[in-house]
């Protein structure tokens, strides 16, 4: 008797191995990886989607912005991502990855700002920062306050050591992790810009660059700078039983808890939509799309995908994922990008 | 005893202690640990005891209230104006969903306010309205009074989470939109309903739209892809090395391994997965299939030694018995052994399965950490898992989703539950089989 | 007739007549191994037809490892190795084209503890026969069972209760069934590895009865540690002592009149 059983579920067992790989071989709908930034804005577009037309769903994976740029230009086939998302440019030695693998025509769709924010407790008083006090704060080496050329480790343990305006509450910041696209934005627009600050640094910028990365990049480990994991609502709800740390984190997190966060004003201006989109809040950055051309027409829905990403009611200043707290592109970038898109324009490394 | 010597020496000396004495001055310091270590275990127990209710208590009380969902009475005509006649399900819901709610505040007049007015409202609507309008054409010119769910803000508001007494600037529902929401709920239009959503759709960015279904339907292909392959494999694996295999070198390494495979983290299995079945077999990513075969290759180790310590505890007494009456070793294990074996087995399956069930991290790396919305109909279909389910939603930004997350750690317990009452139920029967 | 043969190392022969006037197994020089220990050495022994055979002896003297040399069940334990020669009715049993089966549907064994399986009375008789092809059909297997269980006078005790578990017997019971269990295969020879050890005496003397009778039809041999049983129960006796046969000979003889100072030694219970 269980000798029956046994050849069944063998039996089943080959069944759905026999079923599944020719499947492979077809698929109905779009596949899309990358930025865990782009991730909350990317499926929106996608459920819209799949809820107004007829095509399925496209499936929307978060690999991060490197992982799925890895994984789009490993080759073309149904079983490679149609698109894939990212909270930076492509880089040359990815585009010439792609080309390699035979991803040779890759339409770029710039797609929107994201703000990065620092944001505490609204129980407290609102915070004003500049960059180079971030860096001061979060560094783990600084220039000695005496002066000269030398650094020191951090001394700073309350804000107002680094500035008497600011509260004489210990420093305590809830960042990303290194692995985060967040971390590594906050690294260039922030801490970078703060190092700089420092004439002598500034000059290192260009002479040994080794050198001020280290200096700029390399963040406090005396327990002050805290890495919270991925996970920003995370951040934010202990942001709300801790008013005295500050948390960093997108903008689209502090734009769905207004009730209970604030964001710093960072070199004078607040992180808000408005001063977002019109590129005076210093800490935002560009998000992209990156879309297989050999793809379309071959998985159906890309192109039709691509027009609802590009409409005014999803990426326009009223659209839906301005609603969902991304940062749309002025008037003529819009404008400039959507033609590209109508046009399948492929991109071209300068 | 009996002997005059032993009795006389004892009367000599009556300051001799004796046996029971020393027995009887030691009783109180012997019963005095036993009642000591008696109160240790029992507080251990009670403080684990109290951290699951506490586990219990939090979850429950973030995540019920996932299970009701505000909806809003709105009295819909379906102005023909709107409907497509050629093909209905192809009509402008979205602007017969504004058009409504127009004709419900008809002061409203300026942009800016009838944008504000319609976020009131799910997007969820348009989709309801469409629905109907397939099932039955004839709607056309008619009006009829439906619930349609409201917008996770007024939900949330509904349900308490938004504070009304912060500055009009910080909260995400301003006081105009309090206005209406106050007026819709003075004429009984907002109402708390069972959220059945939840339990019948898939993934959504929409929390008041977004269910558990596609991730519990995915859980339950992977887990029954898992089932179907680690447990034959694992028990006829731990049938031939327990029973048949020759003692040997190659035997004890392969032992070795399988025992450094159940310690290795769930990780680097996803790793395997992708490197074997995605990119050498080029099998599709985030499917159940793929899922399935990861999840078995990392539950296979538990279950083989779960099986063998089980084989070892069946008493040698009833191989002998079946072999002396002239059975051939696969005999005697099939019939009698394994029988008898089963429960055991069962039990490291379940514990393997129940692992398996709250798995993410092997899932990341063949792409089942995903936005999937439609729910997977085969083992092929692109699918997520109900743990990957919490993982994203306790990631996603809007306030709704946070006890969404509870409720689907609710949804995710409760099929541990299932499934572990199933093993025992199954256990039962086995046991009783005689 | 040489008398109160000194035992030494050097000198092994057995005392006693080995052979049977009409043997159904024949034993020639059995060594048995367990790795680098020898268990059995060079023991020389015939089982006559319908008799019974007793194996007596100190514990650890051999006489169980020898028993199951008899249907091969040291093939169990990786370590043992047996040569020499053992044969039922002229067939080599370690032939190395011998299958086991076969052999041990032709020499059932009991053992030492009752060991029913956790089944039914009705199929731990009935699972002999079924996986040996013997019956076909219903009728058959009920009259199969009716006579194992009548021949292991079980009968009368368990006719209305066949379908309960073979577990919640006594302990005498369970043995009883066990030999109903060996005996549904229609084996020639039955082991009995020390059936009384784990009995009480009315238990056991049921079981001494049961062996008496079961004489008319079956050669068997029994491992006993109690002399009295061996008295009772046997026509043949064979004494073993550190893996080595020492002495063999008609069962009154050798309570009587042993001829070796160790057979002596133990039966007057001088050790043992």
């Known amino acids: 008797m269980l000798n029956k059983t046994r050849v069944s579920v063998l039996g089943i067992l080959l069944l759905t191995l026999a079923a599944g790989v020719p499947q492979a071989e077809a698929r109905d709908y779009i596949t899309v990886v990358g930025s865990s930034t782009v991730y909350p804005f990317a499926t929106v577009v996608a459920e819209q989607f799949g809820k107004t037309t007829k095509f399925k769903t496209p499936k929307i994976e978060a690999t991060g912005s490197g992982g799925g740029l890895k994984l789009f230009c490993s080759g073309v086939g149904v079983e490679f991502p149609d698109m894939t998302n990212a909270s930076r440019r492509i880089k040359k030695s990815e585009v010439e990855q792609c080309d390699k693998n035979g991803v040779k025509d890759i339409i770029e769709i710039k797609i929107g700002y994201d703000g990065i924010v620092l944001a505490n407790s609204k129980k407290v008083e609102h915070l004003h920062f500049t960059r180079k006090e971030i860096f001061l704060a979060l560094a783990k080496e600084v220039p000695d306050p005496k002066g000269g050329t030398s650094l020191i480790p951090n001394p700073y343990r309350k804000w107002s050591e680094i500035n008497p305006e600011l509260p004489g509450t210990k420093i305590e910041v809830l960042g990303p992790p290194p692995t985060s696209g967040t971390r590594d934005a906050f690294m260039e627009l922030v801490m970078e810009t703060g190092a700089e600050g420092f004439d002598w640094i500034k000059a290192l910028a260009k002479s040994d660059k080794q050198q001020f990365k280290e200096i700029a990049h390399t963040m406090r480990e005396d327990g002050l700078f805290v890495e919270a994991g991925e996970n920003d609502n995370l951040i934010v709800q202990k942001l709300a039983v801790n008013p005295d740390a500050v948390g960093i984190f997108g903008f689209s997190f502090l734009d769905q808890n207004t009730d209970k966060m604030q964001g710093a004003f960072v070199d004078g201006v607040e992180p808000t939509f408005e001063a977002i989109a019109e590129g005076q809040y210093p800490v935002s950055r560009p998000l992209y799309m990156y879309v297989k051309k050999a793809h379309a027409g071959v998985i159906p829905g890309i192109k039709e995908f691509l027009n609802e990403f590009t409409s005014e009611k999803a990426w326009g200043e009223d659209g839906y994922l301005a609603d969902k707290g991304m940062i749309p592109m002025p008037d003529e970038e819009r404008a400039a990008f959507r033609e590209d898109v109508q046009k399948l324009k492929t991109l071209t490394l300068k | 005893m009996n002997n005059p010597d032993i009795k006389q020496s004892r009367e000599a000396e009556p300051q001799y202690p004796r046996a029971i004495d020393i027995v009887n001055r030691g009783l109180a310091k012997r019963y005095g640990k036993e009642q000591r270590f008696k109160i240790y275990g029992l507080t251990a127990v009670v403080l684990s005891l109290s951290f699951l209710a506490l586990l219990f208590f939090t979850i429950f009380s973030n995540g019920y209230s996932a299970f009701f969902q505000t909806f809003v009475k709105l009295e819909v005509f379906f102005d023909p104006a709107f409907i497509d006649t050629d093909d209905p399900a192809n009509s402008n819901f979205p602007g017969l969903v504004k058009k409504t709610l127009r004709d419900e505040f008809p002061e409203v ?56 007494d912060v500055p009009e600037s910080d909260r995400r529902i301003n006081d105009r939109q309090l206005a209406w929401i106050d007026k819709w709920a003075h004429e009984g239009k907002i109402t708390k309903r069972f959220n059945t959503a939840f339990f019948t759709s898939g993934d959504s960015r929409e929390p008041e739209l977004a269910g558990i279904l596609g991730a519990l339907v995915g859980s339950i292909l992977t887990l029954t892809l898992t089932l179907l392959l680690s447990f034959p494999v694992g028990v006829a694996s731990a049938v031939y090395l327990e029973e048949f295999a020759p003692r040997n070198r190659w035997v004890d390494i392969v032992e070795v ?91 490291g399956t379940i514990i393997g399965i129940a692992r398996a069930l709250g798995e993410t991290a092997p899932l990341l790396m063949i792409g089942m950490v995903a936005f999937i919305v439609d729910i997977p109909s085969g083992f092929t279909d692109p699918a997520t898992a109900l743990p990957v389910q919490i993982f994203l939603w306790a990631d996603s930004p809007e306030r709704g989703f946070v006890e969404r997350t509870s409720a689907a750690i609710i949804v995710l317990l409760a099929l541990l539950v299932v499934i572990n009452s199933l093993a025992v139920i199954l256990r039962n029967r086995f046991e009783r089989r005689w | 007739m040489l008398t109160h043969k000194k035992y030494t190392r050097e000198h092994r022969g057995t005392v006693g007549r080995i052979e049977s006037d009409n043997p159904r197994m024949t034993c020639r020089s059995v060594d048995v191994f367990y790795g680098d220990k020898q268990a059995i050495i060079d023991v020389s022994i015939d089982i006559g037809r319908n008799e019974v055979i007793a194996m007596i002896g100190p514990s650890g003297c051999g006489k169980s490892t020898f028993l199951r040399c008899l249907n091969r069940m040291n093939d169990t334990i990786a370590t043992c190795r047996v040569t020499g020669d053992i044969r039922l009715d002229d067939l080599d049993i370690y032939d190395k084209n011998i299958d086991v089966v076969p052999l041990r549907a032709q020499v059932g064994m009991v053992f030492q503890k009752p060991n029913p399986f956790p089944k039914s009375i009705y199929d731990n008789i009935a699972y002999g026969p079924r996986i040996h092809g013997l019956v076909s059909n219903k009728p058959e297997e009920d009259e199969i069972v009716e006579t194992s269980l009548k021949k292991a006078g079980l009968w009368e005790e368990v006719k209305d209760r066949l379908n309960q578990p073979g577990t919640s017997l006594s302990g005498g019971q369970q043995q009883r069934l066990c030999i109903a269990r060996t005996i549904a295969v229609s084996p020639e020879v039955i082991l009995m590895d020390e059936p009384c050890s784990a009995l009480d005496p009315i238990a056991t003397a049921t079981i001494e009865g049961l062996i008496d009778e079961l004489r008319e039809h079956y050669t068997i041999a029994i491992v006993t540690h109690s002399m009295q049983q061996a008295a009772r129960v046997s026509q043949r006796t064979a004494y073993f002592h550190l893996g080595d046969l020492i002495e063999v000979g008609e069962t009154k003889k050798i309570f009587t009149n042993p001829q070796h100072e160790l057979t002596e030694d133990y039966i007057t219970g001088r050790f043992g």
């Open chain 2, 257 to 347: 391994n399988i025992n450094n495979l159940a310690a290795v983290p769930s990780i680097v299995f996803g790793l395997l997965g992708l490197a074997v079945f995605i990119n050498f077999f080029h099998m599709p990513r985030s499917a159940p299939l793929v899922g399935g075969l990861v999840l078995t290759l990392m539950t296979l180790p538990v279950i083989i030694i779960a099986s063998r310590v089980s084989l070892q505890s069946v008493p040698p007494s009833i191989r002998e018995a079946a072999l002396g009456i002239g059975a051939s070793k696969m005999q005697t294990v099939l019939h009698h052994v394994l029988p008898l074996a089963l429960p055991g087995m069962l039990t």
């Open chain 2, 109 to 164: 007049k300026t942009r800016k306010e009838k944008k504000e007015l319609y976020s009131l409202i799910s997007s969820g609507a348009a989709f309801q309205l469409q629905k109907m309008i397939q099932q039955q054409p004839d709607l056309a010119g008619r009006t009829v009074t439906i619930r349609v769910p409201a917008d996770d803000d007024v939900d949330m508001l509904n349900k308490g989470n938004i504070t009304r």
